[in-house]
T-cell receptor
Framework: GQSLEQPSEVTAVEGAIVQINCTYQ??????LSWYQQHDGGAPTFLSY????GLEETGRFSSFLSRSDSYGYLLLQVLQMKDSASYFC??????????FGTGTQLKVEL | NAGVTQTPKFQVLKTGQSMTLQCAQD?????MYWYRQDPGMGLRLIYY???????DKGEVPNGYNVSRLNKREFSLRLESAAPSQTSVYFC????????????FGQGTRLTVV
């Protein structure tokens, strides 16, 4: 079977740090990606974790623990433009890429 | 470099009508995907094609068919549209393998009345 859980909504202030958690159950798990989607737009790739540990890309970092079936996206020095939906997306067997229901991040002044 | 191109961008159908959503990518990607996105439901996988010549069902395949016409093109067909298929449809593609970024088309906004 397959399941994905992430919080539906997170609110934070500009300049703060926010962490979006994701737990998954995926057959033939390869790795975990994160995508950003602004209202009315298409999802865009942020990061990928194939191995346990932290991957850093500018203000964004992503973490994976394969043994816990858990990952998170860390956004630092939040900016208003970071207000968007964020999706965790595990890749499973047969290159099957699925998405969670997404976390809507609201950045306030 | 066009990336992933979906057509049409908008469509209104009457219940029972059929239509095909087209998707093409020019990045030489092996894998292609069709998703639908409804408010509060995230992106749900309809069908995917891991490589040319193969297609597999995703989470919500009922009411849809797909064709992987060649490596570039992956079409989604609604044989008899229903109001429940009103949604935004996204096509995506990526290379097969590890650390593969998926690229998305701009979406097709479909309304079935």
């Amino acid at each position: 079977g397959q399941s994905l859980e992430q919080p539906s909504e997170v609110t934070a202030v500009e300049g703060a740090i926010v962490q979006i958690n994701c737990t998954y159950q995926t057959s033939g798990f390869y790795g975990l990606s994160w995508y950003q989607q602004h209202d009315g737009g298409a999802p865009t790739f942020l990061s990928y974790n194939g191995l346990d540990g932290l991957e850093e890309t500018g203000r964004f970092s992503s973490f994976l623990s394969r043994s816990d079936s858990y990952g998170y996206l860390l956004l630092q020095v939040l900016q208003m433009k970071d207000s968007a939906s964020y999706f965790c997306a595990p890749t499973g067997g047969g290159n099957k890429l699925t998405f969670g229901t997404g976390t809507q991040l609201k950045v306030e002044l | 470099n066009a990336g992933v191109t979906q057509t049409p961008k908008f469509q209104v159908l009457k219940t029972g009508q059929s239509m095909t959503l087209q998707c093409a990518q020019d990045m030489n990607h092996n894998s292609m995907y069709w998703y639908r996105q409804d408010p509060g439901m995230g992106l749900r996988l309809i069908y995917y094609s891991a490589s040319e010549g193969t297609t597999d069902k995703g989470e919500v395949p009922n009411g849809y068919n797909v064709s992987r016409l060649n490596k570039r093109e992956f079409s989604l067909r609604l044989e008899s549209a229903a109001p429940s298929q009103t949604s935004v449809y996204f096509c995506a593609s990526n290379k097969q393998g590890l650390n593969t970024e998926a690229f998305f088309g701009q979406g097709t906004r479909l309304t079935v009345v």
